[in-house]
């Protein structure tokens, strides 16, 4: 075990100098070795190797922004086009991952 880390980490190394020729870089701090069972951050979700979870953190931060959305529509400050477009979009996002509960939990908290 201890080789195969090794020898991720020497490839991660010549990633790094590889990306620097081409003047680019990766977050240094977040690319690491680690087993892929722990899942691998990607575009919002933690991706496993049998399912897709949404980041917990992101499903928080668009509670809150329904919750906005919601109290402005009540307000009259947005139209319902306006609100069903955010929600939209973002069900096409979270539909790639597991979230059927996500959904229902969020959605059912709206009254």
Do not use: C
Request: glycine share 8%.
């Amino acid at each position: 075990m201890k080789i195969i880390k090794d020898q991720l980490n020497a490839w991660r190394s010549d990633i790094i100098n590889f990306l620097t020729e081409l003047r680019l870089t990766i977050h240094e701090n977040r690319a690491h070795v680690y087993p892929v069972e722990h899942g691998i951050p990607f575009l919002g979700f933690t991706m496993f190797p049998t399912h897709r979870r949404l980041k917990k953190t992101k499903g928080i931060a668009y509670q809150r922004h329904l919750k906005t959305l919601w109290k402005q529509f009540k307000a009259g400050e947005i139209r319902r086009e306006d609100g069903r477009a955010s929600v939209m979009s973002w069900l096409g996002h979270v539909q790639h991952g597991d979230t059927w509960a996500l959904q229902r939990k969020m959605f059912g908290q709206l009254q």
